[in-house]
């Protein structure tokens, strides 16, 4: 085991830092960290020796009672770690995607690159940064994770589920307006689309799919839900128009 060359660290902390850096820890449990710091009899208090590597940078908080480690390589004392790995370990589980934004320019709608990382999961709801990441979280039920697949290991939107969400959240793409327009001029599976329409079961939804796609199924399933008996009014679209057929108000 290499011995940390990092002189401003006293002893116990040089030691701690070179068991954590040996055994490729990057990420850590306050609870497994006081675990390894008495089993290699660091130090008779572990919490004061956790104190005082946050005091030398090389602990850094993200998430209660987890720490993320600095490493002796790091000159400028930044955590290297990407917001991909870092919003897997706030979550803690596998239940989200990644879409919206992301999967929006990932499928070519846009050449825009996000600023932040849009996850839809279920259990959080709300606009976080974590070191100099950005994330907006979107909590969903579990039954709306559906139309996920794999890019370098990390679960993204497939392209029709991307449609749907941009869809339902086009405030962050430009406008509905912006979306509708990039929507229409790239290819993508028509029936998929109207499938995945229907199972997400929103009248605002089905209407502006069938207004993209024109599908006689879509204007069966809002006859069946009375839903052509009323105007559905989508505000902020940034476009006007009153759509007879789908009865869609956009203001």
Same mark, same amino acid.
């Given at each position: 085991?290499?011995?940390?060359? +990092?002189?401003?660290?006293?002893?116990?902390?040089?030691?701690?830092?070179?068991?954590?850096? @040996?055994?490729?820890?990057?990420?850590?449990?306050?609870? /497994?960290?006081?675990?390894?710091?008495?089993?290699?009899?660091?130090? %008779?208090?572990?919490?004061?020796?956790?104190?005082?590597?946050?005091?030398?940078?090389?602990?850094?908080?993200?998430?209660?009672?987890?720490?993320?480690?600095?490493? #002796?390589?790091? #000159?400028?004392?930044?955590?290297?770690?990407?917001?991909?790995?870092?919003?897997?370990?706030?979550?803690?589980?596998?239940?989200?995607?990644?879409?919206?934004?992301?999967?929006?320019?990932?499928?070519?709608?846009?050449?825009?690159?996000?600023?932040?990382?849009?996850?839809?999961?279920?259990?959080?709801?709300? /606009?976080?940064?974590?070191?100099? &990441?950005?994330?907006?979280?979107?909590?969903?039920?579990?039954? %709306?994770?559906?139309?996920?697949?794999?890019?370098?290991?990390?679960? &993204?939107?497939?392209?029709?589920?991307?449609?749907?969400?941009?869809?339902?959240?086009?405030? @962050?793409?430009?406008?509905?307006?912006? #979306?509708? +327009?990039?929507?229409?001029?790239?290819?993508? /599976? %028509?029936?998929?689309?109207?499938?995945?329409?229907?199972?997400?079961?929103?009248?605002?939804?089905? %209407?502006? #799919?069938?207004?993209?796609?024109?599908?006689?199924?879509?204007?069966?399933?809002?006859?069946?839900?009375?839903?052509?008996?009323?105007?559905?009014?989508?505000?902020?679209?940034?476009?006007?128009?009153?759509?007879?057929?789908?009865?869609?108000?956009?203001?």
């Amino acid at each position: 085991m290499e011995k940390t060359k +990092d002189l401003s660290l006293t002893p116990n902390q040089g030691r701690l830092q070179s068991i954590l850096e @040996y055994k490729k820890i990057n990420v850590i449990k306050r609870v /497994d960290l006081i675990s390894l710091i008495s089993k290699f009899k660091i130090s %008779k208090n572990p919490k004061y020796l956790i104190k005082s590597m946050f005091q030398k940078k090389r602990l850094v908080f993200f998430k209660r009672g987890n720490y993320l480690v600095v490493p #002796v390589s790091s #000159v400028d004392k930044t955590v290297r770690i990407d917001n991909l790995e870092l919003n897997e370990r706030f979550l803690e589980s596998d239940e989200y995607y990644i879409g919206l934004y992301n999967a929006f320019n990932l499928h070519g709608f846009t050449e825009q690159i996000p600023t932040k990382l849009f996850v839809f999961n279920i259990k959080y709801s709300a /606009d976080k940064k974590i070191l100099h &990441y950005n994330f907006k979280y979107f909590k969903v039920k579990k039954d %709306k994770l559906f139309g996920i697949f794999r890019k370098y290991k990390y679960p &993204y939107s497939n392209k029709e589920r991307t449609i749907i969400d941009v869809l339902e959240y086009p405030e @962050y793409l430009g406008g509905l307006s912006e #979306v509708m +327009d990039r929507i229409k001029q790239t290819k993508y /599976d %028509k029936s998929k689309l109207i499938e995945y329409a229907i199972k997400y079961n929103s009248i605002k939804i089905i %209407k502006l #799919v069938g207004l993209l796609t024109n599908s006689s199924k879509l204007l069966s399933q809002l006859k069946k839900k009375n839903a052509l008996s009323y105007y559905t009014t989508i505000k902020k679209s940034r476009t006007k128009l009153l759509e007879k057929k789908w009865k869609i108000r956009l203001i």
